[in-house]
């Protein structure tokens, strides 16, 4: 029978390896690349970043990202490098600056817009609306007399 | 709700239609560039199918246009008979060079291609895409025209055919060889 200890040991040793498994195959160049790969766009695959994409030009800038990365390039310079040859197409996130304001701000404008003429509209509804009338007295005179007199004949 | 407020209303929705209008029927390919009048970044790369290099710097002073092919590239073949015209005609003068720079292709199929289609001018391989990048290319065909001071003046998406080759042949490469800087664009 397997001793406590010894099994423990053994479970410890398996995640040791397997924690070290998911490290090996991803170097710290690795993970940078794929990092500054996922801003910029695949611009012949309209919505991928160069990450994800399988495209030849997707692969080729992928190269160039890694080789500028190795060559010391921080991943500022390289995106700032890209910008200036695409322009804001390149970056899966426009830059927030100019008329990309619009981009980013916009919806939230015309949540507030909408929600603003909503309210205004409701609100027009309400005011306009009449009010019910007190309902009329469902007994006239003759018939009030007549329930009357036939509850205390 | 006020006229004013009415108005930007108006203002603001015939901008979103117009947004929509260019989203959906616009040509999502088309990237504009941002390098018209800007220098030319300079480089160089081994020549397809003879020994040495071939660089912008070598051409310094003359006006360049510069022709991004591939061998797998249809729309290139469409243009191709233009291109040698153009260097047929504009070739002669000493201040005019046009070169190809093949992109994402095997030199082999490169050849084959120039063998079947004919050449009468340099290309340059661009073998890790390091120049397409330099010049924000990302398909093939794309042809830049630069300015004997070494400056960006045309970037076409596209081959050179119909009314863009009356354009370049007419009045683009004209008037650059001319000595015309700003008012010569595309």
């Given at each position: 029978m397997l001793r406590p200890w010894l099994a423990a040991g053994v479970i410890a040793a398996a995640l040791v390896t397997s924690a070290g498994a998911s490290t090996v195959d991803e170097t710290a160049l690795d993970i940078q690349t794929r990092e500054v790969a996922k801003t910029l766009r695949c611009t012949v695959c309209q919505t991928e970043n160069i990450w994800e994409s399988g495209s030849p030009f997707a692969r080729q800038l992928r190269d160039n990202v890694r080789e500028r990365l190795e060559k010391g390039q921080s991943p500022e310079d390289i995106r700032a490098y890209f910008l200036s040859r695409y322009g804001d197409y390149i970056l899966m996130q426009p830059p927030t600056r100019g008329v990309n304001w619009l981009v980013w701000l916009g919806p939230f404008a015309l949540l507030l817009i909408g929600g603003a003429l909503l309210y205004r509209t409701l609100r027009g509804w309400v005011t306009q609306t009449p009010l019910p009338a007190p309902p009329a007295d469902p007994l006239d005179e003759p018939s009030r007399r007549r329930i009357e007199r036939e509850l205390h004949s | 709700m006020t006229r004013g407020w009415q108005i930007a209303l108006i203002v603001g929705l015939l901008g979103l239609f117009a947004l929509f209008y260019q989203g959906l029927w616009g040509n999502p390919r088309l990237i504009p560039t941002v390098l018209i009048g800007t220098p030319a970044p300079?480089?160089?790369?081994?020549?397809?199918?003879?020994?040495?290099?071939?660089?912008?710097?070598?051409f310094r002073g003359k006006v360049v246009m510069l022709n991004f092919?591939?061998?797998?590239?249809?729309?290139?073949?469409?243009?191709?008979?233009?291109?040698?015209?153009?260097?047929?005609?504009?070739?002669?003068?000493?201040?005019?060079v046009m070169l190809g720079v093949n992109y994402q292709d095997q030199e082999a199929d490169a050849l084959a291609y120039l063998?079947?289609?004919?050449?009468?001018?340099?290309?340059?391989?661009?073998?890790?895409?390091?120049?397409?990048?330099?010049?924000?290319?990302?398909?093939?065909?794309?042809?830049?025209?630069?300015?004997?001071?070494?400056?960006?003046?045309?970037?076409?998406?596209?081959?050179?055919?119909?009314?863009?080759?009356?354009?370049?042949?007419?009045?683009?490469?004209?008037?650059?060889?001319?000595?015309?800087t700003e008012a010569v664009t595309c």
């Open positions: - | 300079a480089f160089a790369g081994p020549a397809v199918g003879a020994d040495g290099t071939v660089s912008l710097e070598q092919w591939a061998s797998w590239c249809l729309e290139c073949r469409l243009e191709h008979q233009n291109l040698l015209a153009i260097n047929e005609r504009f070739g002669r003068d000493p201040n005019f063998r079947t289609y004919g050449s009468n001018f340099a290309h340059v391989r661009d073998v890790k895409g390091a120049i397409s990048f330099d010049y924000g290319v990302y398909g093939v065909p794309e042809t830049f025209v630069v300015d004997q001071q070494g400056v960006i003046r045309c970037k076409t998406i596209g081959p050179i055919i119909g009314t863009v080759y009356a354009e370049y042949t007419q009045r683009l490469l004209p008037g650059l060889l001319q000595g015309g």
